[in-house]
């Protein structure tokens, strides 16, 4: 099984660790891991596969999608720690660097609107050329290709659900991988010798074949396809390949760079092909490399990959001012991963907060006390009701809070 009775997918935090170290050294050490960026198409595989992989398993269960849902869920896990990171940034900036508040108010505008990488574009905002001297805020390019691929995705898939109805199940995920085959090629077409790559680079069309990628991955896993157990020489050669793409990772890292040509004629096409094969050999139940990929470490550092992501830039630019120059670089990373732990930390109990008031047993027809237990209780599927489960989700009875409150727990009730 891919995903656990938890709702947890064996590996997957391991998998985020990889790609957030790399993005972090190149971040600290451009000239060194000068190809850890490709970090960053790991993150959109990883994208890809998840919604397609979460939105038609809950198709395939509950029969329908929710567009609402959808959205909420998104904005509930991008916005919060987004938005403590803006503010906590810009309050500290506003006394240290008061300069750098009054020339980023136009950006914050673009981050969360969502069209960050288009206005940095439009900045002609180089990220290899001007790694440390920039903003506080340049490498949320990413995150505005994330979230315009979300704006999108109830979209791709009403279109997937379409063409699985009318050509089959795996000829709707080979379109997918084959429109990601096309964005690759537009990538490659796009290159022209000589010319500044920021358009490439931070640009939607060219960077959306690895999500395309990953949600043909997504899909096929969610229709059961390669999830069962495979023979002695298959497990051989996904062996093979597993050990292959980690050694592969680490002179990518090293040796890639983004401002030569061949990274994006092929080069950054072929590494996001090895973290597609990773991610599906990672996420095959039947193997152990989900379990050696959930080691304590690799997934403590992935479970705040997200955080660690936002933070760094603010702690790193600031490092890189007269007012912080002295700083060595193990404080910025101790800096680094104590903000994410915190703001994590920060969130989570704001959430549980939340709760509070709603602990008291009332009985009128907006808070309905429940069992969580989908398969005795029908009733527990109905939208107008509010539903409650204990954390493992074994239907014990209990007070009604308000469907998709603040955060998203990685353990899901039988009637979500």
């Known amino acids: 099984m891919l995903l656990s009775g938890s709702g947890y997918i064996a590996g997957l935090d391991g998998l985020r660790t990889l790609a957030i170290v790399g993005v972090t050294l190149f971040h600290l050490f451009p000239s060194v891991v000068s190809g850890g960026f490709l970090g960053v198409s790991f993150f959109f595989v990883l994208t890809g596969f998840l919604l397609a992989y979460t939105s038609l398993h809950g198709w395939n269960r509950r029969g329908g999608f929710s567009v609402l849902s959808y959205f909420g869920k998104r904005i509930r896990r991008i916005y919060p720690l987004l938005l403590l990171v803006l503010v906590a940034t810009f309050g500290a900036y506003h006394f240290l660097l008061p300069d750098t508040v009054v020339a980023s108010k136009e950006e914050l505008l673009a981050i969360v609107g969502g069209y960050d990488n288009w206005w940095q574009i439009a900045q002609n905002a180089d990220y290899f050329a001007r790694m440390s001297n920039t903003s506080p805020f340049t490498h949320l390019w990413f995150l505005g290709i994330e979230l315009e691929f979300y704006l999108v995705w109830p979209l791709l898939f009403g279109l997937y659900l379409l063409l699985r109805h009318a050509a089959g199940r795996r000829l709707a995920a080979i379109v997918f991988a084959a429109a990601g085959a096309a964005g690759a090629v537009w990538m490659t077409v796009s290159y022209q010798p000589g010319v500044d790559v920021t358009r490439i680079y931070y640009g939607t069309d060219t960077r959306a074949y690895a999500f395309f990628f990953g949600a043909a991955m997504g899909f096929l896993r969610a229709e059961g396809k390669g999830a069962g157990k495979p023979s002695a020489t298959m497990d051989f050669v996904l062996g093979l390949i597993f050990f292959a793409a980690m050694l592969g990772m680490l002179p990518a890292y090293l040796l890639v760079s983004g401002q030569d040509g061949a990274t994006y004629q092929y080069l950054l096409h072929a590494m996001t092909l090895v973290f ?141």
């Open 276 to 416: 597609c094969a990773l991610l599906w050999v990672t996420a095959d139940g039947g193997l152990p490399f989900g379990k050696w990929m959930d080691a304590a470490p690799l997934r403590m550092i992935g479970r705040h990959s997200y955080a660690i992501y936002l933070w760094q830039y603010p702690v790193i630019y600031f490092c890189s001012q007269p007012v912080g120059k002295d700083c060595p670089v193990w404080t910025e990373i101790g800096a680094i991963l104590l903000l994410a732990i915190w703001s994590d930390a920060l969130l989570a109990r704001l959430g549980k907060i939340r709760l509070r008031p709603q602990r008291l047993r009332v009985t009128s027809p907006v808070y309905v006390s429940i069992r969580c237990d989908a398969a005795r209780h029908p009733v527990c599927r109905e939208r107008h009701f509010w539903r409650h489960c204990d954390r493992k989700g074994t239907g014990a009875p209990g007070i009604g809070t308000p469907a998709g409150s603040f955060g998203e727990g990685r353990g899901e009730c039988a009637c979500e």
